[in-house]
Structures are given as structure tokens and as C-alpha cells.
């Protein structure tokens, strides 16, 4: 429907993502969260495929999903839900390990939400940092284009959802 928005504020050490998506608020929910969906657009495809290892959508559950990046090898991202408020928003913690480094105890914080607005529903992904030199080293690691790669998948397979294919 649109493009994906990035912002990284000057008065905070967060990163926002958000877009809007030409489809109600419980199918898009649906898609974000239900692990069957979550393995059809999670990652960028560019760097490889990923599967689902774990997917335990509740307050206190844990989630794992391994890719295989091309000429680098597999990169574990993990984490845990903390607050689910369906259909509006949940938070999350987030991780990696692999061959370019491990947060493994000092995993990030994030936040999405899926604002109603009819037809039509708006995403706000927030990552949340400590500080803003941690917050600038994701933004310079090329995070951006694989975030917006994989929003757009997102949103293509919406569409998909939407049409009902």
C-alpha cells in the first residue's frame, strides 16, 4: 500500500518502522503472529531461507527461527514474548548468534503494534536500545535493507492473504 517509514530520532535510542497495509487489523494480525504465516515472510529472502524452530505465541513463551545466510552460515535469532495485548500489540525480546557475533544475554526489546484504521491497518515496529551508540550500530550494520525486504514480503503476503490465495 506504502513504503516502509524508518525513523531513528534524535531524542530517543529506538528505531520505528512502520507501514500501512490494505487489509483489516485481524488478518494482519493473524499473519504477524500465527507461526504457520510467520514462516511464509519472516527474514530476508535475499539472504536465505528460514525456519521456524520455535514459535510459543504467549506471554513468557519463547521464539528461535534459524537462517541459512549464503557464504556466511546459519544465524539463530531468539527471543521471548513478554506482553500480548490481541489484537493491538505484543512486546518482545530479541537475539542472534552466528557467524557475525552474539547478543546472548543482552538481548534488545521490541514493541509492535496494529493500529485499527478500518480496511485498512498501520504497523509500528520499535525496537528499543540502552543507549544511542548500540542504537546506531544495528542502523549502520545494513539492518535497513533487510528490514525493509522483509516488511515488504510482509506485505505482499497480506495481499496474498487477502485476495485468498
Known amino acids: 500500500m506504502n513504503d516502509t517509514v524508518i525513523d531513528l530520532p534524535d531524542d530517543k535510542p529506538i528505531i520505528t518502522f512502520t507501514r500501512t497495509f490494505k487489509a483489516p487489523r ?29 514459535h510459543d505465541f504467549r506471554p513468557g513463551g519463547s521464539w528461535r527461527y534459524v537462517q541459512d545466510v549464503r557464504d556466511a552460515g546459519q544465524v539463530t535469532f531468539f527471543g521471548r514474548f513478554i506482553e500480548i495485548d490481541a489484537p493491538e500489540s505484543y512486546v518482545n525480546t530479541f537475539g542472534f548468534e552466528g557467524p557475525f557475533g552474539s ?13 485499527d484504521l478500518g480496511e485498512i491497518t498501520r504497523y509500528t515496529g520499535t525496537s528499543h536500545f540502552d543507549d544511542f551508540a548500540s ?31
Open 26 to 54: 485481524a488478518l494482519v494480525w493473524k499473519a504477524y503472529t500465527e507461526r504457520e504465516h510467520v514462516a511464509r515472510w519472516w527474514g530476508p529472502r535475499s539472504i536465505g531461507p528460514v525456519e521456524i524452530l520455535e
Open 103 to 115: 547478543t546472548e544475554g543482552n538481548e534488545g526489546r521490541e514493541t509492535q503494534r496494529f493500529e
Open 135 to 165: 542504537r546506531d550500530a544495528v542502523a549502520a550494520s545494513g539492518m535497513e535493507s533487510g528490514a525493509r525486504e522483509q516488511i515488504e514480503q510482509f506485505a505482499n503476503y497480506v495481499a496474498e492473504m487477502e485476495k485468498g490465495d
